[in-house]
């Protein structure tokens, strides 16, 4: 079945940096547009980034531009996503997950479990 896996959240002071893996199986890995999605208490979860099949295309949510960076090894079937600069509105669950087309609204076909960041003043 498929399986999307989420490492590298952990706590971090204000303007530290984090790296985040997501590990896909059990899926064709280079046919899916891949996202990053977040989640903070009590609010909706909310688009992230995403990145097409080749990686050759990156759209990001105007609160996260400039400063994380979506990435992908398509011979490792993993999904990346750099956090610099990071402040304490970016504490949340981030969610993998695997879009069906290249739009921040599109269906999802699958969501990793999630990993907890947190952002210190």
């Known amino acids: 079945q498929v399986q999307l896996v989420e490492s590298g959240g952990g706590l971090v002071q204000a303007g530290g940096s984090l790296r985040l893996s997501c590990a896909a199986s059990?899926?064709?890995?280079?046919?899916?547009?891949m996202g990053w999605f977040r989640q903070a208490p009590g609010k909706e979860r909310e688009f992230v980034a995403a990145?097409?099949?080749?990686?050759?295309?990156?759209v990001y949510a105007d609160s996260v531009k400039g400063r994380f960076t979506i990435s992908r090894d398509n011979a490792k079937n993993t999904v990346y996503l750099q956090m610099n600069s990071l402040k304490p509105e970016d504490t949340a669950v981030y969610y993998c997950?695997?879009?069906?087309?290249?739009?921040?609204?599109?269906?999802?076909?699958?969501w990793g479990q999630g990993t907890q960041v947190t952002v210190s003043s």
């Open positions: 997950a695997a879009l069906r087309t290249y739009n921040r609204n599109s269906p999802i076909d699958a």
């Open positions: 059990g899926l064709t890995f280079s046919r899916y547009v």
């Open positions: 990145l097409s099949w080749s990686g050759g295309s990156t």
